[in-house]
């Protein structure tokens, strides 16, 4: 059985509700076959978010880390290729932190790759219905603050683990207009189980040779 950690943020920036921890929330009260998950919701605040997940892996000590984040206005779910060693907040946090132009870890690295074959990850999800694809900015807010400290608690102190991060899009109750793409939590949830259980099956170093490269 793989243990699997996923995580979800609190909600943030006056919403009431945060998709990546809806969309956890259900990967975990029904998880893919073969895939003990379990779910933890972080802070949305700069540092503290890093002291749970560092708690959550402790305590959870999983063989497969996914952490996921909200990012209103992309249409789909996008599995991050990188994190950068950078906090650039454009707005506060949920402690009222705004770092500008800090390094999330001091003398770090200036990036990590996620160790999750994101190639596969986003195959499995299309194969599965769910818009999704990889994305090479996870921006400079707390979604890549943990992005990079998770790449980062890998490197450093659990080496046999892999872990990344993903956006997930606003959920439906979030657009009143109507006129910015959502996606139900549910099937955010239906796409991440493909995701994680692509990555469980992927051996650790491969992922698929397809191109998945922007051009901007």
Not at 4 to 16: C, D, N, Q
Request: aromatic fraction near 4%; charge should be negative; proline fraction near 9%.
């Amino acid at each position: 059985m793989t243990r699997v950690l996923i995580t979800g943020f609190a909600p943030f920036g006056g919403e009431r509700v945060n998709p990546s921890w809806q969309a956890a929330s259900l990967v975990a009260a029904e998880p893919p076959a073969g895939l003990a998950v379990t779910a933890v919701e972080l802070p949305c605040a700069f540092g503290d978010s890093l002291v749970a997940l560092r708690e959550a892996v402790r305590a959870v000590e999983p063989d497969l880390v996914l952490c996921l984040g909200q990012a209103g206005g992309r249409p789909g779910v996008t599995v991050e290729r990188v994190g950068v060693n950078v906090d650039d907040a454009r707005i506060p946090d949920n402690a009222g932190r705004q770092p500008v132009d800090e390094p999330v870890v001091a003398d770090g690295p200036a990036a990590y790759f996620s160790t999750l074959p994101v190639k596969a990850c986003v195959a499995a999800m299309r194969e599965a219905g769910v818009p999704a694809a990889v994305s090479n900015t996870a921006g400079t807010f707390v979604c890549n603050h943990v992005a990079y400290g998770l790449g980062h608690l890998i490197a450093t102190e659990h080496p046999d683990i892999r872990g990344g991060f993903a956006h997930v899009p606003w959920a439906p109750e979030q657009v009143t207009d109507g006129q910015a793409p959502a996606l139900p939590p549910a099937t955010v949830a239906h796409g991440l189980r493909a995701l994680l259980t692509a990555a469980a099956r992927t051996p650790a170093g491969q992922d698929l040779k397809i191109t998945e490269g922007a051009t901007h």
